[in-house]
């Protein structure tokens, strides 16, 4: 029998006989690997490819080359997907089981586990669920193998004809060209599939049904409307556990419900969605974040602008985002037969700033920043809170700058991003640098030397400073690179935060230009950069991180005054004057309630101090302070706490 050779990824090469499996490999290495193994990667023995040619296989695939193998375990990032896109799977199985005359979609792995859509008459309920998710469990114990199976393509068509299963015939038609169609089979249930799967149902174990949703078929507005049902899914269940239990937490930390609790802001129908009310508390927090950016702003040699909020469409068709953006802006607007838009962007307003005058290279780096509001017309089901709205003002910056200029603007770029992190309370964050296609250059703006030039400055910025990255490649938006920064927030969730982002492609259309030291006219570079992404989005943010409980320099409310009784209202009264002499927002509670009653209040309205005033205080000119989450602090001089409260909030504590 003729014999293959396969390369381990420790460089030991084992040579078996053809048509031998990954699986029977792992168990030739140790019946530990056997039962752990997952799925397999293989990849071409030719050293140029690199890996590239790889791909991921079932463990039962037989081998019929020479390939370099590696046996995926629960240890393997790849892993865990396939193990979802098989729950996905068993999901499907079970559905069908109890629900035979359901219609099938698709059905993939995402981020956490698992969905499938599903056409059924009823709606699925959450008993619907229950009874689902005790069938998947019962499946996964009989441990069915998942097998694949290859049918010519017009069989396979006509299986599902006779299954009366139409969006998989429709899916077989339009993405198979080989003659052979790929299958999966878990029991009785058979799916169009590429694969891979792991090998059995017996090793789904950490799952949980979570929701069901609405969703078109392929996600088109105007196809059939289909039922989603969602999954999560991990190795362990110590993993979903911790999943469920951040699952929960995320929700204790909705900055919806507690926008509206500690009333911050609202949404209000009568007004439409998506655009958002900032209530008083709301609006103080938000002027707290807007002196402290302009602040820096200034500081760091930025110059201050304002730009109107409608401007001549004409303005957007030089821009371009008539062509590529027009689905997100809303409809033009008829002035003196004229057509005016609703800005969806900054940019073209911070252009016709530096276009105003010729500018001379001694000017350059030009840095324009603008807290500028824009209105983008963001579909309803998409809206969400602070996150995705339809008005929403962007801390926005345009750089004009000369090319010996960029890498040392880039660089204080990322040092300002990381000022915004540690200032409002974030350690911990991840960086990706998004580049080109290289293999489809038509796609994009700019030459093959002006993306080597930018994306080489990103780079060796980030690597100079000592920035670990992530590299995107063709994740870069048309006009050029960029690097985001996304930040952790408490509960280990990741937000896109900081982008800064090349264009060659407005400077262009603009006709951007700078006299050189040499006398002759040049082009700019420009760079976009923004650091909250938007002042709601990051307000949303910053009330979900913290819980509504903002630290004290970010509090609304920094002080409560609660007086034991009516008789020490005149020292309360005192006490508060004294706080906001020194400049402090303080409240008083002179409600006739009991003290508990007010100290509960004070804790919902997430205050960060509480302070207690009776006769003991009143003849002491003392406080008993009370924090919001670390409990009684005992009796203070006023004087003494004044003191503290100041250098906590002149120092930013967190």
Known sequence: ???????MPDGAIREVPLGTSAGEIAQ???PRLAKEALVARIASLDAASNGADSELVDLRRPLDHDVRLAILTPKDPEAIQVLRHSAAHLLAAAVLELFPNVKLGIGPPIETGFFYDFVRDEPFTPEDLERIEKKMRELAAQDI?????MLP???????YRKWDQGFKCELVEEKVVEPMVSFYTTGKFIDFCRGPHIPSTGRIRAFKLMSVAGAYWKGQEGNPQMQRIYGAC???QAELDDYLHKLEEAKRRDHRRLGQELDLFSIQEEAGPGLIFWHPKGGLVRKLMEDWLRDELLRRGYDLVYTPHIMRLDLWKTSGHTDFYRENMFGPVEVEKAEYQLKPMNCPGHILIYKSRLRSYRELPVRLAELGTVYRYERSGVLH???RVRGFTQDDAHIFCMPEQIESEIEACIDFAFAVMKTFGFSQYVVELSDWDQAHPENYAGSSEDWARSTGALETTLTRLGVPFKRMEGEAAFYGPKIDVKLIDAIGRSWQLTTVQFDF?????FGLEYVGEDGNRHRPLMVHRALWGSVERFFGILIEHYAGAFPAWLAPVQAEVLPLSEKFTEYARKVMAELRTAGFRAHLDDRNEKLQAKIRDAQMQKIP???IVGGKEAEAGTVSVRHQSKGDLGPRPLAEFLSDLREQVTSRAI
Request: overall charge neutral.
């Open 1 to 7: 029998m003729e014999n293959i050779h396969i390369t």
């Open 28 to 30: 030739q290495i140790s």
């Open 145 to 149: 193998p998942n097998e694949r199976k």
């Open 153 to 159: 393509k017009p069989e396979a068509i006509e299986l």
């Open 234 to 236: 991990f190795y362990t």
């Open 385 to 387: 809170g602070l996150l």
């Open 505 to 509: 492609n407005l400077p262009g259309r």
């Open 609 to 611: 101090y509480m302070l």
